[in-house]
């Protein structure tokens, strides 16, 4: 089994690793998109650069990577735990080797971890993100909130011990990514959605 999990787990770091924004901003727009805004490859970034029909075919394709890679064994007919799988991809995604292990913020992908394992604790994860964002038009507090969300809703739905501290994990880890935006957000320097506001300022 510890093979397995080795096999699968690189297989999943190696899905989280396509760099969906870099793809799509130079394919359709030949546009790096870590030349511009916070360089990061991820959904946000592209959305702020890119606009909104780019931002969304990023974020689909960072959400679908940790879907796929997350039921990867089932395809196989493994029986492996999923989180653990899940996980590389993620990794993958913050740390790509196909762009010099400078990725995005494992806040899309470990939805599609979420989506893997559990489609009703999705679902509700991203009422959450949506909810937030539409009221205060900041992504990176709507991710934040959904990370958090996902932990506590996770205790009452899903009763999966392993699966509450997995989420924890990610959470602290996407806070931690969001370190620098929880900063500018109590200086009210954090820039807000552009494609919810007229004027974004920063």
Do not use: C, W
């Not at 762009?99 to 913020?105: L, T």
């Not at 994860?125 to 992504?139: D, G, P, Q, R």
């Amino acid at each position: 089994m510890v093979i397995e999990y080795i096999l699968f787990i690189l297989l999943a770091y190696i899905i989280g690793s396509i760099p969906s924004a870099l793809i799509v901003g130079k394919a359709g727009y030949n546009i790096d998109v870590r030349e511009h805004g916070s360089g990061n490859l991820g959904a946000t970034n592209t959305f702020r650069t890119l606009g909104k029909k780019a931002g969304i075919i990023v974020l689909i394709a960072d959400i679908l990577k940790g879907t796929i890679a997350t039921i990867l064994p089932v395809l196989f007919g493994f029986d492996l735990y999923l989180l653990v799988i899940g996980l590389g991809a993620v990794i993958g995604h913050v740390y790509p080797v196909f762009a010099r292990f400078k990725g995005g913020k494992a806040v899309a992908t470990s939805a599609g971890i979420i989506l893997g394992v559990n489609a009703l604790l999705f679902l509700i994860v991203i009422a959450s993100f949506v909810l937030v964002l539409l009221l205060s038009k900041y992504v990176s507090l709507a991710s934040m909130t959904a990370g958090v969300v996902s932990v506590i809703v996770s205790i009452f739905i899903a009763q999966d011990l392993i699966l509450t501290i997995v989420l924890g994990i990610l959470a602290v880890f996407i806070l931690y990514k969001h370190r620098q935006n929880i900063v500018r957000i109590i200086k009210r320097e954090e820039p807000k959605a552009s494609f919810l506001v007229k004027n974004n300022s920063r």
